[in-house]
């Protein structure tokens, strides 16, 4: 179903039940550590392990455990993933097939109450509730409170879903609900040896639980902001969203338009939160509708021009529900990724054309970057490697799909284009290669950064300084063109600037330089993304938000089904 037919009274009923719990689930996860640092042992109260019991109510323990061995062999739950199921399996068998949330007395009312807390907080990540055994969970929960003598069966049934939830849960949280590879991503980043059967019995150790399964989900600063303004948008879309800006003329500062036009403008501008100063006519776009324009580009990368152009009405029009989406979307893309990035790493977040540089936690670098064009084999994919050497005053070795399609046709017509350029023959194995040699024209400037990987993209300086004034900046073959590189020179190697100068201006070419240690790069994909404080919507360049929205769509706007039930399970578990 297309986000853009989902109905929004459902959203203005989940608000009352659950707002709350996500902003406090917003605010309180950016202080929790990952589930990594969690499981070595920083919930401050002792360690839970399962009961040593005899009997459940009167049930003898071996008959319960007979009840849970035949639940977990027999048919999984609907709503519940085979991957989650395959957790559930397994924690039993860690914990000899004991049960994990009854104690002699029955339910044990804290830790399944700390549970139902967390999946209801999990709201706050637009996690699609819905393929939780949520009305099953509440049903089993029911039985037991209602049967003075429960059976071995009743009993299991209501352990056995409380695992199956808290599987469900974790798994998601730790990694992901969607496969990247399933909606075409181009996603190659791991989890980075993620084990979440591992995860999954360390956090059932902590106390308090809610505490450490919200450590689980990731605590860096950007995903809590996205909580925060996914909050900010369901509230949005919850009172109707925005109203389209009519078409019509595009508009300069001092230009004319309808009243009606430039109202629907402002509105819109501030739905968003821009805010738009006194109007000096009714039907005049004038400079304060210029800047609010202005700014609005700036956030969602349109060339700043303080017009209303196509492309800025387009985008001014796009749907509350689909930014909505974007935002949880983009939640989702946070959980595909590593929860430790390392002490020192490099992040490039593509359609941002930005780049970050971090050091235990600290961001050390910021610099604009210039990534791969948007048409085919130009497109900068998204993954992960290990930056290992960099190369001052480097040759650019041209690949032989550039040399075929774009040198040798320009050679051909223009006998003077290799001098022209730089350029040289050179052999490569049994193969003649063309290459261009280092100096002021070099296409990768005066020093590159290798991270060996195998898409042959690498960070590189470039002569073309003008293009770092564009505001969209796709225009490489798919390597990544640095707007500081001598600066990121001098932080990944711990060189002086002089020496990094020195090295540029006059070293010897083609000079490589080795790492102190290695250090990690991640090129990343957010659409949705946090700057100041602010809210941006980066450019999709490849096209890849439509069906991550489309699928994350009911984690956004939840359907009555899923509301009921959480209202059904929120009061059950406090009953």
Known sequence: MSILHLSIPPVRRLAVLLLPLAVLAACSSGEKKSARETSAGD????????????????????????????????????????EAWSHTQRLYKRFGETPLWLTKDGLEKD??????????????????????PITELANAIVELRRSPKPTADQLADADVLLTATYASLG????TGQVDPKSIAQSWNIDPEDENVDSALVRTLGKMPLDQAIN???????DYVGLQKELVRYRGIVGKGGWIAIPAGKALKTGDTATPQRLA????????????????????????????????????????????????????????????????????????WMPRSLGSRYISVNVPAFHLEAFDNGEKALDMKVIVGQEYEDKATPVFSDSMETVVFRPYWNITPDIQAKEIEPKIASNPGYMAAENLEYYKDGGTTRIRQKPGPQNSLGFVKFLFP?????????????????????????????????????????????????QAMDAGADNTPVKLPRKLPVYITYGTAYLRDGALYFGNDLYHRDDKLVKASSAGAIPSSRVVQALEALGRIAKG
């Open 171 to 174: 798994e998601d949280l730790l």
């Open 264 to 335: 629907a403008l402002r509105a819109r501008l501030v739905a968003e939160g821009i805010a738009v100063g006194d109007a000096t006519g009714a039907n005049v776009f004038d400079a304060s509708l210029a800047g609010a324009v202005a700014q609005f580009q700036a956030r969602h990368a349109i060339a700043v021009d303080s017009a209303l152009g196509t492309e800025t009405l387009n985008s001014l029009n796009v749907p509350a529900e689909y930014r909505l989406g974007q935002i949880a979307a983009n939640l989702e893309r946070d959980r």
């Open 43 to 82: 919930v401050a109260k002792p360690a839970w392990s399962p009961a040593n019991l005899t009997d459940v109510q009167g049930v003898p323990v071996a008959a319960l455990r007979a009840s849970i061995a035949q639940r977990l062999t027999g048919k999984r739950p609907a709503t519940v993933g085979e």
């Open 215 to 221: 450590a689980m989900r990731p605590s860096n600063p």
């Open 111 to 132: 830790r399944a109450g700390a549970l139902t807390d967390a999946v209801l907080n999990a709201h706050a990540d637009a996690l699609k509730l819905d393929e939780y």
């Open 453 to 501: 990987n195998d898409f042959n993209i690498y960070l590189h300086d470039t002569p073309n300084r003008e293009l770092f004034g564009k505001d969209v900046r796709a225009f490489s073959h798919g390597c990544i063109r640095v707007e500081k590189p001598t600066e990121l020179a001098q932080w990944v190697l711990g060189w002086d600037a002089a020496k990094v100068k």
